[in-house]
């Protein structure tokens, strides 16, 4: 005959068997992530003959200007000095820039893989001038070469720049030319010359149709830039270093409204510098820069303002979430098997633990694998589902009692409705999880508050157990 087993002693082996299910919990949530890393391949090769996220750059005007520098050589033993004359560039941005875009996504398939592509429309207007102040920039109006001037747009990813691109100065449409984009936009885009007399300002009318994925980011450069934006998309998330001033998001799409000032940029019309763009980091859809390494020579860093193309439903990331509370429905079912066995007088084997455990595992695994081809909510109920059925005829085995099946179904039934809407509440999920903790402990305390832990249960020969449920 068997030796008695404690209360304590069952406590301890519960607890210990659902430390070990953490192994398989945490295989799960490293599948999760290398799930989404070949989604997000899968997306690349979508957009890879399409457009990546594209950053636009508003038109800056280069124009070249002789410099001179003092340089010190050595000859026959002494030093010498002597005046070199170089070509530099001088960058004069818009007083004035309007920008409109019209955004229109769509929805490329590759196998189960979805990725949310776009036509970008814009149409703009530009106005520059030589500043009244200009000889306070230490740069002689006669060094410059107006009549050499260019004027660049920067498109970060060329590829999906269209053929319907033209732009006009002061009414005279200008032949377009590949390449000399701006710094923000890794120096790719496109540019026209432009043969200036620096007396009248440049009125400067652009149109063209970049094709691109995931996000749409504008760096501002000017006295003022407005960006207007409209899209049928309905679910945009407005990113990067300025926000829109106004902004309206319906079941027809959105519009915003981006209003950004040479104050606030930080910059200046006259710049001998081309400010480099932010360094990507593809963590979502953001951009974001970084900090360059100690002692090198810092180059100035453009501001942005994006609009991200999300999908409403991240069904890496609800899963990803929803991994994460594994161990507590572990932690709740075990709990309920414990007091059936120390209170009802059922026998909880250890095998019959790890079964149920493995059970609530499997209930992830199948919800990533459903989740990819039939969506989120509906993969949810599946997995759910069949997990409740196949646990609750289980324990109406373990448990010896359809009554307490029956229990244990409303159990896991309440759990993954409370799961369910603490992913779709994720402000107030530490609040909720917190407060369902709490009464959990409390109903548990309760009900063993007259359980001698380290005694063993005496176990009658005859007769149905003292308690029963």
């Known amino acids: 005959m068997a030796k008695p087993q404690s209360p304590g002693f069952k406590l301890f082996i ?31 090769a979508i957009a890879a003959g399409w457009g990546g996220a594209q950053i636009l750059t508003s038109p800056v005007l280069v124009i070249p200007y002789e410099a001179e520098s003092v340089e010190t050589f ?20 818009p007083e004035t820039n309007r920008l409109t875009t019209e955004i229109k996504p769509q929805r490329l398939k590759k196998s189960i893989y979805e990725s949310v592509l776009y036509d970008a429309a814009n149409s703009g207007a530009a106005r520059f001038a030589l500043p009244a102040d200009f000889d306070r920039y230490g740069i002689p109006r006669a060094a410059l070469r107006l009549g050499n001037a260019e004027l660049r747009f920067g498109i970060s990813d060329a590829r999906g720049l269209q053929a319907e691109s033209k732009v006009s100065v002061n009414g005279a449409a200008l032949e377009l030319q590949p390449g000399k984009g701006l710094a923000a ?3 790719s885009g496109f540019f026209t010359f432009v043969d200036w007399s620096g007396m009248e300002p440049l009125e400067v009318r652009y149109d063209y149709v970049v094709r691109g994925s995931k996000s749409l980011t504008l760096v501002p450069r000017g006295g003022e830039t407005v960006w207007e934006t409209k899209s049928a998309w309905q679910s945009p998330s407005f990113q990067g270093d300025f926000l829109p001033v106004d902004r309206k998001i319906g079941e027809t799409g ?3 409204r981006h209003a950004v000032t040479n104050l606030a940029l930080g910059q200046a019309l006259v710049m001998t510098d081309d400010p480099r ?8 859809d953001e951009i974001r820069a970084t900090e360059p390494a100690l ?7 453009s501001q942005t303002a994006s609009i991200g193309l999300v999908e409403p439903v991240d069904l890496y990331s609800q899963v990803d979430r929803s991994v994460k509370y594994g161990f507590l429905f572990i932690g709740f079912t075990f709990l309920a098997f414990l007091m059936f066995d120390v209170i009802a007088g059922a026998q909880v084997a250890a095998a019959e633990y790890l079964l149920t455990g493995a059970g609530l595992v499997l ?25 409740t059925g196949l646990l609750t005829a289980y324990s109406a085995a373990v448990l010896k009692s359809w009554l307490r099946a029956r229990i244990i179904g409303g159990l896991l039934v309440g759990l993954y409705a409370t799961l369910y809407v603490l992913l779709n509440l994720e402000a107030y999920s530490l609040l909720i999880g917190s407060v369902l903790l709490f009464v959990a402990l409390a109903v548990v305390m309760w009900a063993t508050r007259q359980i001698d832990w380290s005694a063993p249960r005496v176990e009658e020969s005859f007769g149905p157990p003292a308690v029963a449920v």
């Not at 068997?17 to 899968?42: G, K, N």
């Not at 209930?363 to 109920?381: K, M, Q, R, W």
């Open 185 to 187: 936009s890794n120096n």
């Open 295 to 301: 002692g090198t020579v810092v180059q100035s860093v």
């Open 14 to 44: 519960a607890a210990a068997l659902a430390v070990a299910l953490a192994i398989p919990l945490l295989i799960v949530y490293a599948l999760v992530y290398d799930r989404q890393e070949q989604s997000a391949t899968a997306q690349n």
């Open 254 to 256: 959105f519009t915003s």
């Open 74 to 93: 050595t000859e026959n033993g002494k030093e010498s000095h002597r005046t070199v004359k170089t070509i530099e560039e001088l960058y004069l941005a």
């Open 363 to 387: 209930f992830f695994a199948l919800l990533l694998a459903f989740a990819e081809v039939i969506g989120f909510t509906p993969a949810y109920l599946v997995a759910a589902g069949a997990i």
């Open 277 to 284: 763009g932010p360094a990507e980091e593809d963590d979502g």
